[in-house]
Every structure is written in C-alpha cells, then in structure tokens.
C-alpha cells in the first residue's frame, strides 16, 4: 500500500478519534441552559467528523489516477530513501527539541549558541573561527532585537544568574 | 472629493508625516522579512510608540505603513526562504520559491515588488472611489452569507489543488479546520479536544502551525537532499530586470487581482489571505496549456497575482474600518483598538467629523507604496544574498527562526515541542504529496466559519438559513459544484482512455 493510503487510513483513525470525543464526551458537560440551542459546541465538530470519514475513505479507495508525469526535479523520491541523509534531519530534529527544553534553564543566550554550533556541526562545517563568533554574534543581536527593541522578554543568562 | 483630497495633502505632506510614512514602511519590511513575525504582532508592538506619538494622524498613517511594510517584507522571507511570516503571503511562496530556486530570486523580487505597488496604488484609488458605497454592500451581507463565501472559499482552494488531488486537498482542509477545533470555542467557553492539557486551552497558534506546514519541512528537505539547494546561478542575483514579454503577460493578471483583491479585502473576515489565495487560484484556472502547466513550478504571474491581490486586500480591509468602524481582520482590529485610544471613533462620522484623519490616511498609502518602491527595488541584491550563505550556516539559521518564530508569539516552549511534532508530520504527508496550503488555510477559516455558522443557525432556529436564503444556497450550491466537478471530469477522462487498471 503506498505511502499516501497508509495516511489517510491514519486521518480516518483520527476522524474516529474526534468523532468519539465530539459525539460522545462533550454533550455531557453541556449546561441545561444551552441544550435549548439550536447549535451546541459539538454542532460543528459532529458535521466535521462525517465529512472527513467520507472523504478519508474515498481517498483510501479512489484509484491513483495515472498521470505518467516525471518526478519533480529536487523533489524526494521515496524510493531511494535510503540515499538521503536521513540521520542528519532526524539529529537536527532532535537538536530542535533539545533546544525546547534548554531554552529556559540554559537561558536564551547559551541555548542559542549552542544550537547554531551544534546543528551546523551536524550538517559538517568544522571551521569553529567562523562558526563560533557568527552564532555569538547572532544571539546576542536577536536577543537585543527583541528583548530591548521590542521589549519581548527572554531571559539571557541561565535561572540562577537572574 | 477634489476638497478631500486636497485637505489629505496638505495634512500628509509635512515634513513629519513623510518621515512617519518612510518609518513605518521601514520598520514593516525589516521586521516582516522574519518569518513569524506578522503584520499583526508588528502593529500591536508598535501601538505604544504611535499612542506616543499623539497626533491620530500621524500615528494613523505609521501604523498603516507598518502594516504594508511588514506584508512586502513577509513577500521576501516566502520567495527566497520559503517560510511566510505572514499568512497572506503563503501563496507567493508557491511559485515565488520555485523561481528562486532557479536562480530568478531577483527577478521574483521585483516581480513583487511591481505588483504589490501596483495592487496598493490601485487599491487605494478604488478606496477613495468606493468606500462610501460600498459600506452598503459590506452591510447586504449576514452571517449566513459568510458562513456560505467561506465554504466556497474552501472549497474552490481544493478544487484548484490539480488533478487527482482534489480529495487529498479536501482531506487536508477538513484536517485543517478540525485542527481549529481545538481549544475554548467562541460559542460557550468549554475547552474542546483539549484532552486535559493546559497548553491547549487557547488552541494551536497559527505561527506555529504555519512554520511546521512551510519552513520547516522545506529546511527538512534542504538537509536529506542537498542537490535541492543548487541555485541555478549559484545565488548571484544578476537578472533584475523583466523583459518587455513579461511585463507585457503580468499587466492584466495584476489590473486583474488588484481589483478583485480590495473587493475580497473589503468584505469583513476575507482579508489579504483569502484575496491571496483566490487570486492565484483564479489566475491559475485562466492561464492556458503550458502558463498553466507551469504555476506552482516557478511562473511569474504566480507571484505577481497573489502579491498584487494581498496589497490591494490591505487597503480594502481599511473600508469596513473607515467606513463603519469595524474592522474586517485582525490587524484592523488591532487599529482600531489604537484609534479609541488616541481618541477618534471611526465610522460613517468619520469622514464628516475629521476628514483630516480620513484622507491623510488615503493619501499616506500612495505615499507608503512609493516609499516601498523606491526602498526594496534597489536592495533587493542585498537581500537576495541571503542565497549565497553556505547552506552548513543557513539552515540552522531557518530552524532557528522558525523556532523563535512560534516561541515569540506565545513565549512558550511547549509551543517549540508543538512544532517540531507538526513539523515531522508535514514531512511526511509532503512525502506522500499531500497539498499542505489547504490544511493552514482551513485552519485560519475555520472559527470564522463556525462563529458564522452558529450566528446563522441561532438566528434561524436550525438549518433554515439555507433554504430561507437564496444567496447562501446559491453560494453554498457552487462549493458542491466545485468539489465534484473535477472528479466527474477524471472520471469521465478514465472511461475513455478505456480502463486499463493500474493498481498500485
């Protein structure tokens, strides 16, 4: 089963998912008062639930229609997956999400540092004299811009300096 | 109306209102180029430096510079980067990138910044001409009327998804809307589908999910498939120019969009997105044979529709305000809340009471549009060398904004976790081909959609409002038109190719 018919069959899950919660879950929070009206905050979600089912299942079973057309230039050829550097997408995703939860211990400075140095280490670049000031340098201004011009607080240095 | 405009002139063109046009205009763009960073917030950043400033007019017309600024920069971030910070520039991005990637970047830049010129000049030509009248339309039409313009407006995006992609477009505008589900809804503030987690109360941010949809699977894809960074002329950005040819094949798309984008931008909830989005759409379905073929892989009149489309449904969206004092999008609403506070009340009064206010305004936009014009087109060889940074320094750079992006708007960091779990999603649904532009547009619409409906459907006691009338039925008949049309067509089109199965 190609890749875009394992999906849809994930969105009807998810259709299923929604259904159960607008269907069966809301209506009992409803206060008497607002039964009286015509729409309920499950109106909608109850309306979306049967169309996504509808439209999840002709996807699954709609035939691929035969364009014949040639891959785009650049675009991802799923078969050959294994070409592609899929290991230094995954760590910079998990650099991402590192990033996350460092931002407020680490402080918005040494978070961000961090990040550009280590995520064009990912990538290869080795040479840390360019590197190392352009990320400095990079922090520190974004920070300005937005800590002093914009007057958005983010906190610089790591919970314990300040 | 010769006594208004002169009256505009007098009062816009002392030498501290131009410098107020030339900073708005300025600060916009710089702050509009980062992706995340909308018009939106920008306004609301700079509410207290023009409550400062004192004068309504003055502030008026930085505030209205900061706005087009900030929706031309967000023009620059979606054709060199990619990554919209504004949502009324994601259609640009469709053919806007593309063209960069061919090495064109410049040619793109200038192709938008002609047309959004063109679209802002033109836009502000037809608010002096209409907006008195057409505060009377804007008026005709109820909430049924919107909840029906919206459904069309939905549907006819994914109809105009390409063939055999209709109903994954659909899939992906009704995911988009039941994204939008999420959090305290405006009918009763019970919290839906939050399963129990604070940080789902208010719902997903719209920045978040737009750089999940946009630049971050675009950064994804830059990193596994390197070839796909190549710019045709190694980043340099020699051709400026567009030749006569072009000129002569983008005047009608932009008269065209600037004119059907300040009708849609007057209409209260459309806005710059919709008028965006519906312009390229049109153009896309009048283009003939190849033009056609090539939208979405790198056409000029891709980028010059939704450009000149998005400017002119800024300055429509002034015509609800002005005119009747309320405001049609957010960020006009946002303005207003700046004009209460600076003491003018706008409305039907407004051009009786202080026609100063009125037609400085008016006359600030051409000048904010000139200003545009002279500032990008010379820099657009600096901005384009954004190309030529090494993509080892690049990349980290764009998920580095991406990231800042959706933390700013909410000073969250689980907003960052939010991302980064959309953001693997949309890779892999841009695996599979799926159309992305429709599930962030479903999910912009979708609680406007719904408050209309729930006002429709309280007003008329149930369903009624379909049947009782006639414009929503009409309209909403055209949206199941839209939607099954193009597959009646491939179907027809297999029966007589003869039915060879192809099954995969």
Redesign the interface.
């Known amino acids: 089963m190609?890749?875009?018919r394992?999906?849809?069959l994930a969105?009807i899950a998810?259709c299923c998912v929604?259904g159960y919660?607008a269907f069966f879950t809301?209506d009992a929070?409803?206060?008497p008062i607002?039964r009286r009206?015509?729409?309920?905050?499950?109106?909608?979600?109850k309306i979306?639930t049967v169309?996504?089912l509808i439209?999840?299942f002709?996807?699954l079973f709609?035939?691929?229609?035969?364009?014949g057309a040639a891959p785009?230039e650049?675009a991802?050829d799923?078969t050959r997956l294994g070409d592609?550097?899929?290991g230094?997408?995954i760590a910079?995703?998990v650099l991402?999400?590192v990033?996350?939860?460092t931002?407020?211990p680490l402080g918005f400075l040494g978070s961000?540092v961090g990040?550009?140095v280590l995520?064009?280490l990912i990538?290869?670049?080795r040479r840390f004299h360019i590197?190392i000031p352009?990320a400095m340098l990079?922090a520190g201004s974004?920070w300005y811009l937005?800590q002093e011009v914009?007057?958005?607080?983010l906190r610089p240095l790591p919970a314990m300096f300040m | 109306m010769l006594e208004g405009i002169l009256i505009g002139l007098a009062t816009a063109v002392t030498p501290f209102n131009l410098m107020m046009v030339v900073a708005g205009c300025v600060i916009g763009t710089l702050i509009g180029m980062l992706p995340g960073l909308g018009p939106m917030s920008i306004i609301a950043i700079m509410i207290p430096v023009a409550i400062g400033i004192g004068d309504p007019t003055s502030a008026l017309i930085l505030l209205s510079g900061v706005y087009y600024g900030a929706i031309f920069g967000g023009s620059t971030s979606s054709i060199l980067l990619n990554a919209p910070g504004v949502a009324g520039t994601v259609a640009t991005a469709f053919d806007g990138y593309p063209l960069a990637r061919k090495g064109q970047a410049g040619k793109a830049l200038t192709i938008a910044a002609i047309a959004s010129f063109a679209g802002g000049t033109i836009g502000a030509i037809l608010l002096m001409i209409f907006a008195p009248a057409l505060s009377t339309v804007a008026l005709l039409f109820h909430s049924a009327e919107y909840f029906a313009l919206m459904v069309v407006g939905l549907s006819a995006i994914a109809a105009f998804a390409g063939t055999g992609q209709v109903a994954k477009a659909l899939m992906m505008t009704l995911l988009g809307l039941m994204l939008g589900s999420v959090g305290e809804g405006a009918l009763s503030n019970t919290p839906r589908f939050t399963f129990g987690l604070m940080e789902l109360q208010s719902g997903f941010s719209f920045i978040t999910l737009a750089m999940a949809m946009f630049a971050l699977p675009e950064a994804l894809f830059l990193v596994m498939n390197p070839a796909r960074a190549a710019t045709g002329e190694g980043g340099k950005i020699s051709k400026l120019r567009i030749s006569g040819a072009e000129a002569r094949s983008i005047a009608p798309v932009i008269g065209r969009q600037s004119i059907q984008g300040f009708f849609i931008g007057v209409l209260p909830g459309a806005g710059a997105t919709i008028a965006s989005f519906l312009g390229y759409a049109v153009e896309r379905n009048i283009a003939k044979g190849a033009e056609q073929d090539e939208f979405g892989k790198g056409s000029i009149k891709g980028v010059a529709a939704p450009e000149s489309a998005n400017n002119a449904a800024c300055t429509g969206s002034f015509v609800p305000l002005l005119t009747l004092g309320i405001p049609g999008s957010g960020t006009t609403a946002i303005l207003l809340g700046a004009l209460l506070a600076l003491n003018v009340t706008p409305g039907p009064r407004l051009m009786v009471d202080e026609p100063g206010v009125f037609w400085a305004v008016i006359i600030s936009m051409y000048l904010g549009n000139l200003v545009l014009l002279i500032l990008n087109l010379p820099l657009i060889p600096y901005i384009a060398k954004i190309l030529t940074i090494p993509r080892t320094f690049l990349i980290p750079f764009i998920l580095f904004f991406t990231l800042m992006g959706s933390y700013l708007g909410q000073n969250n960091s689980t907003e960052l976790l939010i991302l980064v779990g959309f953001g693997v999603v949309a890779t892999i649904l841009r695996f599979a081909d799926y159309p992305l532009a429709p599930l962030l547009i479903g999910f912009i619409l979708g609680v406007m959609l719904e408050n209309n409906f729930a006002r429709a459907m309280q007003l008329y006691r149930g369903f009624d409002f379909i049947l009782e009338r006639p414009m929503t039925l009409a309209l909403l008949v055209l949206a199941i038109l839209l939607m099954v049309l193009p597959g009646l067509r491939n179907l027809r089109a297999r029966k007589r190719a003869g039915g060879v199965a192809d099954g995969d």
């Open positions: 190609a890749l875009d394992w999906i849809a969105f998810l929604y919660a809301m929070q409803l206060p607002l009206n015509p729409v309920w905050p499950s109106t909608f979600p979306l169309l996504g439209v999840g002709i996807v709609s035939r691929k229609p035969n364009t785009k650049g991802i799923l592609y550097h899929i230094q997408a910079l995703l991402m999400v990033y996350a939860l931002l407020r961000t990040f550009l995520g064009s990538l290869g670049e590197l352009v990079a974004i937005v914009l007057g958005i607080f």
